[in-house]
């Protein structure tokens, strides 16, 4: 059984661990590896941030036009 | 659509059915409000069309609206309307068969391109000032979603609900009805392909930068 992680681990299951898809054990393992490796963290923090940026574009102001839309759509219900 | 037991000679059951009727459209209509903007946005990422996107949305709401009595937790609305969202794109497309499959083979025969942060790091970028700082002070919402827009809708499809959503491997999986390990796979690739954007960005940001430096 795996009792930590090596850099190369750690860059394999990054992204999983940034989706909070690690198990228990794999998150534990990570945190440590994260906690002395200054590679591996920068490596994270640069993923997290990208992420961020990613994730930011799941919202776009509706145009007015549309809202109406759907507020009479609702209504029609 | 809950129905009270009919037969109270008072007209009593009529009266609740439509208190009902109205809460349940009130309850709809404040949550469709609060999330109009995600609505709309991600019916952007989906269809990379405006006019589509509200299309989408409209029809989206509409089996919402028609299938609300199905939900049993209201407070799992947000996922569950995301959800009919994805599922309705997913059937517009295979209507139009708008994906050819060899264009998902294709892409999921190439290697994946090095990470972003390894190109960052390549020696002969070692002058730059904190280099991934300076990447993501470069890239704007609008590049962002550029990238996006260039992905393969398989890819596309996944990156949204997982990177952009936020939904777990297994709901992503669930929605698509595709296993959990193709959308890790098509999840890798999509952010291989994303970074691959983001890096072409960034060098012609930087050479168009240099150039003006220079004249």
Same mark, same amino acid.
């Given at each position: 059984?795996?009792?930590?992680?090596?850099?190369?681990? *750690?860059? *394999?299951?990054?992204?999983?661990?940034?989706d909070?898809e690690?198990?228990?054990?794999?998150?534990?393992?990570?945190?440590?590896?994260?906690?002395?490796? =200054?590679?591996?963290?920068? =490596?994270?923090?640069?993923? =997290?941030?990208?992420?961020?940026?990613? *994730?930011?574009?799941?919202?776009?102001?509706?145009?007015?036009?549309? +809202? +109406? =839309?759907? +507020?009479?759509?609702?209504?029609?219900? | 659509?809950?129905?009270?037991?009919?037969?109270?000679?008072?007209?009593?059951?009529?009266?609740?059915?439509? &208190?009902?009727?109205?809460?349940? @459209?009130?309850?709809?209509?404040?949550?469709?409000?609060?999330?109009?903007? @995600?609505?709309?946005?991600t019916g952007?990422r989906l269809t /990379?069309?405006?006019?589509?996107?509200?299309?989408l949305?409209?029809e989206a709401? &509409?089996t919402a609206?028609?299938r609300?009595?199905t939900l049993?937790?209201?407070?799992a609305?947000?996922k569950w309307v995301f959800r009919i969202l994805t599922n309705t794109f997913v059937s517009r497309q295979r209507r139009r068969r708008e994906t050819p499959a060899t264009e998902l083979e294709?892409e999921e025969?190439?290697?994946?391109?090095?990470?972003?942060?390894? @190109?960052?790091?390549?020696?002969?970028?070692?002058?730059?000032?904190?280099?991934?700082?300076?990447?993501?002070?470069?890239?704007?919402? /609008?590049?962002?979603?550029?990238?996006?827009?260039?992905l393969p809708d398989p890819f596309r499809l996944v990156v949204v609900l997982v990177a952009v959503e936020g939904f777990t491997y297994a709901e992503a999986a669930e929605t698509l009805s595709i296993p959990v390990g193709t959308v890790r796979s098509r999840l890798s690739r999509g952010?291989?392909?994303?970074?691959?954007?983001?890096?072409?960005?960034?060098? /012609?940001?930087?050479? &168009?930068?240099? @150039?003006?430096?220079?004249?």
């Amino acid at each position: 059984m795996t009792t930590q992680f090596d850099c190369e681990e *750690a860059v *394999a299951k990054l992204l999983e661990y940034l989706d909070g898809e690690l198990d228990e054990t794999g998150r534990r393992l990570m945190e440590s590896h994260l906690e002395t490796c =200054r590679e591996c963290f920068n =490596r994270a923090e640069f993923e =997290r941030r990208l992420g961020e940026r990613v *994730a930011q574009t799941a919202s776009v102001p509706a145009p007015e036009s549309f +809202r +109406r =839309r759907v +507020r009479g759509l609702i209504d029609s219900f | 659509m809950h129905r009270s037991a009919a037969g109270d000679p008072e007209g009593a059951p009529r009266e609740a059915d439509s &208190t009902d009727e109205a809460r349940r @459209r009130r309850f709809f209509q404040s949550e469709v409000e609060r999330l109009m903007d @995600r609505l709309y946005g991600t019916g952007v990422r989906l269809t /990379r069309n405006a006019a589509d996107a509200e299309d989408l949305v409209a029809e989206a709401l &509409t089996t919402a609206w028609s299938r609300l009595d199905t939900l049993q937790d209201l407070q799992a609305f947000e996922k569950w309307v995301f959800r009919i969202l994805t599922n309705t794109f997913v059937s517009r497309q295979r209507r139009r068969r708008e994906t050819p499959a060899t264009e998902l083979e294709q892409e999921e025969e190439e290697g994946d391109p090095a990470s972003l942060f390894d @190109r960052l790091h390549q020696p002969f970028l070692l002058w730059w000032d904190d280099a991934e700082q300076r990447l993501l002070d470069r890239l704007a919402c /609008r590049d962002v979603e550029r990238a996006l827009d260039s992905l393969p809708d398989p890819f596309r499809l996944v990156v949204v609900l997982v990177a952009v959503e936020g939904f777990t491997y297994a709901e992503a999986a669930e929605t698509l009805s595709i296993p959990v390990g193709t959308v890790r796979s098509r999840l890798s690739r999509g952010r291989s392909l994303l970074q691959d954007a983001f890096w072409r960005h960034a060098r /012609r940001h930087d050479s &168009t930068a240099e @150039r003006r430096l220079d004249s």
